[in-house]
Nanobody
Framework: QVQLVESGGGLVQAGGSLRLSCAASTRTFSSYAMAWFRQAPGKEREFVARISGSGINTSYGDSVKGRFTISRDNTKNTVYLQMNSLNPEDTAVYYC?????????????WGQGTLVTVSS
């Protein structure tokens, strides 16, 4: 069972930036595509961004394109989410997970997530 620990959330003003991290407890981290998801209060969890195992390929949800950047460091078993130009609609708990590259379907257990709150 791969354990995932998200961190880096917090309170930020609209227009600000945050960088989230997700550390994975697996020796085969580079074998997995990884993704970030988020869940706002009262809403379903939604896809944010994904990255291939090598880090070469990425894709983003429409609501974050051009503002968020996903990256990974396979030497540290960590995936990152750089979030710029944040707005209140980005307020949510952010989660990472392994995903099937073709469908972006999550493959493992969820971590505790990290809360991002954007004030207007």
């Amino acid at each position: 069972q791969v354990q995932l620990v998200e961190s880096g959330g917090g309170l930020v003003q609209a227009g600000g930036s945050l960088r989230l991290s997700c550390a994975a407890s697996t020796r085969t981290f580079s074998s997995y595509a990884m993704a970030w998801f988020r869940q706002a209060p009262g809403k379903e969890r939604e896809f944010v961004a994904r990255i291939s195992g090598s880090g070469i390929n990425t894709s983003y949800g429409d609501s974050v394109k051009g503002r968020f950047t996903i990256s990974r460091d396979n030497t540290k078993n960590t995936v990152y989410l750089q979030m710029n130009s944040l707005n209140p609609e980005d307020t949510a708990v952010y989660y990472c997970n392994r995903v099937d590259w073709g469908t972006s379907r999550s493959l493992g257990a969820w971590g505790q997530g990290t809360l991002v709150t954007v004030s207007s």
